[in-house]
């Protein structure tokens, strides 16, 4: 991924642009509070903990699909704003500049390691841990605050790094680096109070603030196009800052907003000094390790850029406009992204709390039992949605991108692209399920090893694809390889995790008395979601051959009707198929869905 795309370091890297259920009964979950408060507290069981999980999940999903919408209207009025010329390239630098430089040296770090730890210390400590996370707290906005200041006085230094620009260009573009480059701050402040609200179960407050970011860029750009006659000539010096200030304004209220919910929550940071013998040194190696496993993604992004960029000007000689170049790949892999955003982080962000309790106490069946949950919940809605981008890839494509200079042959060629990523958006959300399982066990060293192998099929497959293919497909294939590499990686991350629990979980019960296991799986978790995902998969044929049929069949109305139709016959297939495949989370996502739509349509 670009350091850009997330704020969660992903299991592999691909491009992308800058903008538990327990056994029945009663079970013992943390509960995070101050130190009168029992550790621990008797809830009802596996259906009740699944509902909740569920509902944490669907609020962050849809903070996460709203974030979504709004950032494409902020994409159109930067566009409207700045035009696709040289000022808009400055902007999109400088703007980029500081989630790269937060991502590379502390941002996944900070992601991963949070949340496992607070819930640790809550579980362990006297004071449920109210002490350490002042430390630890202190200690990273400390560091943010260097990070940030270092980064403003070398701006023209990351400039020069990343761009060959000179003149009025680089220094407008340095100018907007430097407004832009305090977001490192406030990026950081934001994932550390949203990693506090997240170990407490407030999920809700870190999906939604970044709609208010959205808000205050789209209401300045748009301030911008009301002062100024024509957008996307030259800037004066008050507006370049107006537009870099304004950017920054709006990553700085994203991470302020959270202040409200923190209070809710009960939380009140006081800075604390005292660090010696505190046990910070295990959340800072643990970020050493994340820190390189993103400058691994890095190195094998550099790869995928510089062969993408080069096959765009094979292609170009050849009289090739567009549609195969690394543009491309990106418009492709910012559709493709969208399901795992939505569906797999939100749900992750919600266990990965609970995940992270059960690991404390050395519940590694537990553990186990929630990646199972995980793998099945999220792929019932993955594997649709990774047919509907393999058979509309076209509509899709055309819906979101057919405007202005690009035509319907650069659509084609694009819609190659996310055809060859849709398959590996299965393993793209099984990986980041069981990447999160190794943090909620405080491992970042086993991610980073397995990553090297990840990133290294990725950019030797990457490379044999630009030599081997024309130049036509040449970026396609890369997406293929990003694919079978997330495949590959999936499959060896899923088998050393599953040696890790099941001995783990067999040391711990030795000696102890046999409990039965959780309904539709093999007392490991591993057979529930691996048939679950195989039925899944059995139905995905059909799905797919049906809503490529209806959308072809409906290509001559548009691609909006197109896309409908393909969607429409995608889902009808697997909710025709979910009782005699026994697809259980397809047939509950199905139930849910309709209760919503009943509950509005009586609203309405």
């Known amino acids: 991924m670009t350091p850009s795309a997330s704020l969660a370091p992903e299991p592999a890297p691909g491009p992308g642009p800058a903008p538990g259920a327990g056994p029945g009964g009663a079970v013992r979950v943390s509960v995070p509070g101050p130190a009168s408060a029992p550790a621990t507290e008797a809830v009802p069981g596996p259906a009740a903990r699944r509902t909740s999980v569920l509902r944490s999940g669907a609020l962050m999903a849809g903070g996460s699909l709203v974030s979504r919408a709004t950032g494409f209207v902020r994409s159109a009025v930067v566009a409207a704003a700045l035009g696709i010329g040289p000022i808009a390239d ?3 630098v400088g703007n980029s500049v500081p989630t790269i430089v937060y991502m590379l040296l502390l941002g996944g770090a900070l992601n991963a390691v949070f949340v496992p730890e607070l819930v640790k210390a809550a579980k362990e400590h006297e004071d449920g841990g109210v002490a350490y996370t002042d430390r630890l707290l202190t200690l990273c906005v400390l560091g943010l605050l260097l990070l940030t200041a270092g980064a403003v006085l070398a701006a023209p230094a990351i400039v020069d790094l990343y761009t060959d620009y000179t003149g009025e260009r680089l220094s407008t573009t340095v100018a907007f680096a430097r407004y832009c480059l305090p977001q ?19 999920f809700g407050a870190m999906m939604w603030t970044p709609v208010l970011n959205n808000i205050v860029v789209i209401a300045v750009f748009g301030l911008y196009l009301a002062t100024v006659a024509t957008g996307g000539g030259t800037l004066t010096a008050g507006e370049t800052a107006l537009l870099g200030w304004g950017t920054t304004a709006g990553i700085a209220l994203q991470a302020l907003a959270l202040v409200p919910s923190l209070r809710a929550a009960g939380f009140r940071w006081r800075p604390r ?4 013998g505190s046990g910070l040194t295990a959340p800072l190696r643990s970020a050493g390790w994340l820190v390189l496993l993103v400058l691994t993604n890095q190195a094998a992004y550099w790869v995928t850029t510089r062969l993408a960029t080069a096959a765009g000007l094979r292609a170009a000689d050849l009289g090739i406009d567009g549609g195969v170049g690394f ?4 418009n492709a892999y910012l559709l493709w992204a969208v399901p795992h955003g939505i569906v797999t982080v939100s749900l992750m962000t919600a266990l990965l709390p609970r995940m992270s309790g059960a690991a404390a106490d050395g519940d590694l069946a537990g553990v186990r039992r929630d990646v199972s949950y995980a793998l099945r919940t999220s792929t019932a809605a993955v594997v649709p949605a990774a047919c509907a981008l393999f058979a509309l890839a076209v509509p899709v494509m055309g819906l979101v991108f057919e405007y202005g200079r690009t035509d319907a042959e650069d659509i084609r060629r694009m819609s190659w692209i996310l055809t060859a990523f849709a398959p590996g958006l299965i393993a793209l959300s099984g990986q980041y399920v069981c990447t999160r399982a190794f943090y909620a066990l405080r491992d970042t060293r086993t991610p980073f090893l397995l990553n090297l192998a990840i990133a290294g099929l990725n950019a030797g497959l990457s490379w044999t694809a630009y030599v081997v293919l024309p130049a036509s497909w040449a970026v396609a294939g890369m997406a293929a390889a990003y694919s079978l590499a997330l495949w590959a990686g999936w499959a060896l991350t899923a088998y050393v995790l599953h040696r890790r629990l099941t001995r783990g979980a067999d040391r711990a019960s030795a000696g102890a008395p046999a409990t039965p296991a959780p309904e539709g799986t093999d007392g490991a978790g591993r057979a529930g979601a691996a048939g679950a995902l195989g039925r899944l998969l059995l139905a995905a044929v059909p799905a797919t051959g049906l809503g490529l049929f ?3 069949a409906t290509a001559p109305a548009g691609p909006p009707a197109a896309a409908a139709a393909g969607a429409a016959g995608i889902l009808g297939v697997f909710a025709l198929l979910a009782r005699p495949l026994r697809l259980t989370e397809v047939r509950a996502l199905l139930t849910g869905a309709t209760a919503r739509l009943r509950t509005l349509t009586r609203r309405t």
């Not at 000094?273 to 010696?276: K, L």
């Not at 543009?327 to 990106?330: E, G, H, R, S, T």
Request: aromatic share 22%.
């Open 327 to 330: 543009a491309a790949y990106n």
């Open 550 to 552: 209806l959308a072809d």
């Open 184 to 202: 490192i701050f406030f990026l950081g402040l934001f994932t550390l109070l949203g990693q506090v609200l997240n170990a407490r179960g407030r």
């Open 273 to 276: 000094f005292d660090w010696r």
């Open 90 to 92: 400055g902007y999109a």
